[in-house]
């Protein structure tokens, strides 16, 4: 069973930064590819950025590339998402998801997933 638990969320103005974390419960997480979704209300669940198992490769959604960064620590079992140069419309519920057969870059791979924690950026 994957425990995903995302954290670091919270009210930043336009312009602003926050860094995401998501602590993973599961044996041989470095065997999972990690990614982080999205949703905002009334949309649909959008995907992010993922990361392969060995934090070699990296994949982002046009909307974030270059503000946007995620990495990951294998040996705390954690992921993160830094995100800069904040916009409104990032402004949403970050979801932690664990891939764990795929690369990280097919969002339809993904089998696991957090609860999510909100992100609200004020303009």
């Known amino acids: 069973q994957v425990q995903l638990v995302e954290s670091g969320g919270g009210l930043v103005q336009a312009g602003g930064s926050l860094r995401l974390s998501c602590a993973a419960s599961?044996?041989?997480?470095?065997?999972?590819?990690m990614g982080w979704f999205r949703q905002a209300p009334g949309k649909e669940r959008e995907f992010v950025a993922g990361?392969?198992?060995?934090?070699?490769?990296?994949y982002y959604a046009d909307s974030v590339k270059g503000r946007f960064t995620i990495s990951r620590d294998n040996a705390k079992n954690t992921v993160y998402l830094q995100m800069n140069s904040l916009k409104s419309e990032d402004t949403a519920v970050y979801i932690c998801a664990a891939d764990r057969y795929g690369s990280g870059k097919d969002s339809q791979h993904y089998e696991y997933r957090g609860q999510g924690t909100q992100v609200t950026v004020s303009s």
């Open positions: 599961v044996r041989s997480f470095s065997r999972y590819a």
């Open positions: 990361i392969s198992w060995s934090g070699s490769s990296t």
